[in-house]
């Protein structure tokens, strides 16, 4: 057999395969779980009031944080608006969850990520969405750019 059969014989097999079986699918399952291992430890990190904890889910130093109309100062500029305005006791700091969340896998080393959250405290409540761009750095899936859209819980949609 020669080397032009063979290859056309290898590219009639790769083609015959099912799309579940191509690595290409297998890697993204990898991915979607291990991002959705990542927002899991966070939100457990929060819960447990371990911001440090919680932002080790974010590109450190580059991730880029908007919110309320502002772009946060960076990881440290994140965390120390998180340490500022939700410190302290776990009244203040509330509640947090994520759901109906959305991965898609844009390249081996991108993804985006689109969910709802809610923030459960007696004062002020909050949710939103959030929209994240995944960036897998050394081996491991971090946020590079997170971009929140709250709105009045009071106005929202049943939650799941």
Same mark, same amino acid.
Do not use: C
């Given at each position: 057999?020669?080397? +032009?059969?063979? *290859?056309?014989?290898? =590219? =009639?097999?790769?083609?015959?395969? &099912?799309?579940?079986?191509?690595?290409?699918? /297998?890697?993204?399952?990898?991915? $979607?779980?291990?991002? +959705? $291992? #990542? /927002?899991?430890?966070?939100?457990?990190?929060?819960?447990?009031?371990?911001?440090? %904890?919680?932002?080790?889910?974010?590109?450190? &130093?580059?991730?880029?944080? /908007?919110? @309320?109309?502002?772009?946060?100062? @960076?990881?440290? %500029?994140? *965390?120390?608006?998180?340490?500022?305005? !939700? @410190?302290?006791?776990?009244?203040?700091? @509330?509640? =947090?969850?994520?759901?109906?969340?959305? #991965?898609? /896998?844009?390249?081996?080393?991108?993804? *985006? =990520?689109?969910?709802? !959250?809610?923030?459960?405290?007696?004062?002020?409540?909050?949710?939103?969405?959030?929209?994240?761009?995944?960036? $897998?750095?050394? %081996?491991?899936?971090?946020?590079?750019?997170?971009?929140?859209?709250?709105?009045? &819980?009071?106005?929202?949609?049943? #939650?799941?």
């Amino acid at each position: 057999m020669t080397w +032009l059969k063979m *290859l056309a014989a290898l =590219l =009639l097999f790769a083609a015959a395969m &099912p799309a579940s079986a191509q690595p290409s699918r /297998v890697d993204d399952a990898a991915a $979607k779980a291990a991002i +959705l $291992k #990542v /927002v899991a430890d966070m939100e457990a990190a929060w819960n447990r009031g371990d911001f440090a %904890g919680y932002m080790a889910g974010f590109r450190n &130093p580059g991730v880029i944080f /908007v919110s @309320g109309g502002r772009i946060q100062d @960076g990881w440290q %500029g994140t *965390l120390d608006h998180y340490v500022h305005d !939700y @410190g302290g006791s776990p009244e203040r700091r @509330g509640t =947090l969850h994520f759901y109906d969340i959305d #991965v898609d /896998v844009l390249a081996p080393d991108a993804a *985006l =990520l689109i969910s709802h !959250y809610r923030l459960t405290r007696s004062e002020r409540a909050q949710q939103g969405i959030n929209t994240r761009l995944f960036r $897998k750095v050394d %081996g491991r899936w971090v946020i590079a750019m997170n971009h929140v859209s709250s709105y009045d &819980p009071a106005a929202a949609p049943a #939650v799941k």
